[in-house]
């Protein structure tokens, strides 16, 4: 069965779970260096835990426990497979890695205006939600089961709600500690991926 998921896919599942191994036994030290750090933030003890650029990449395969790390997974398992198979490997690739960074701008932007305690953000989740905009985008129709509660519903709706859902958590400053907003910029980025190379608005046909 796991053969059977499209190689990118498969790929950025095991080196996931190859990194949350290694987050189990080297610790905090990954966090330092790999984690989301917003702009404002210090150096913590003798190694600097700032923002560096790099971060916006290495930041998407570290996860903060178990269950935040196979709730990505699966959800990269039953939405990604099939985009990778619509995208093609390269422009699958491209695409979620572009989620992954718009997730992580709109993380650094929403705690910039906050001007809260600086914390990392990780996580798969804004390439996750991405995927599964494109999910929504190119299987409208496709049944989609909510795990909690278990309601059937088109891709196009369960799309939507999560949208809603992540903006009203968000705003509300619902379940601290959960980045919302980076969730709905990896949506965004996705969108605008998907506009730029169908030449939709707000991007002109390339002739």
Same mark, same amino acid.
């Given at each position: ?6 190689? =990118? !896919?498969? !790929? ?11 987050? /189990?036994?080297?610790?905090? +030290?990954?966090?330092?260096?790999? +984690? ?18 790099? #971060? ?27 985009? /990778? $198979?619509?995208?093609?490997?390269? &422009? ?16 650094? =932007? ?10 990392? !953000?990780?996580? +798969?989740?804004?390439? =996750?939600?991405? =995927? ?5 985008? @190119?299987?409208? $129709? &496709? ?22 859902? /992540?903006? @009203?958590?968000?705003? !509300? #400053? ?21 506009? @730029?190379?169908?030449? $939709?608005?707000?991007?002109? &046909?390339?002739?």
């Amino acid at each position: 069965m796991f053969l059977s998921i499209p190689p =990118v !896919t498969r !790929t950025l599942i095991i080196v996931n779970l190859a990194v949350f191994l290694l987050q /189990e036994v080297v610790g905090d +030290a990954l966090l330092i260096w790999f +984690a989301l750090w917003p702009l404002h933030s210090l150096a913590a003890g003798p190694v600097p835990a700032v923002f560096q650029p790099w #971060q916006l990449i290495s930041y998407g395969f570290l996860h903060g426990s178990i269950v935040h790390l196979l709730f990505n997974m699966l959800g990269l398992y039953m939405f990604g497979s099939d985009i /990778e $198979r619509v995208f093609g490997q390269r &422009r699958y690739l491209v695409y979620y890695f572009t989620c992954v960074v718009t997730a992580g701008i709109a993380q650094l =932007v929403v705690l910039a205006m906050s001007g809260g305690p600086p914390y990392p !953000t990780l996580g +798969a989740s804004g390439g =996750v939600f991405g =995927v599964l905009l494109a999910f929504g985008m @190119y299987f409208p $129709r &496709r049944i989609v089961v909510l795990i909690f509660p278990p309601i059937p519903m088109p891709a196009w709706l369960f799309v939507i709600v999560f949208g809603a859902l /992540e903006l @009203y958590l968000g705003i !509300t #400053q619902t379940l601290a500690g959960v980045a919302h907003f980076a969730h709905l910029g990896g949506m965004l980025g996705g969108y605008l991926m998907i506009q @730029y190379w169908r030449g $939709r608005p707000p991007f002109r &046909r390339r002739g």
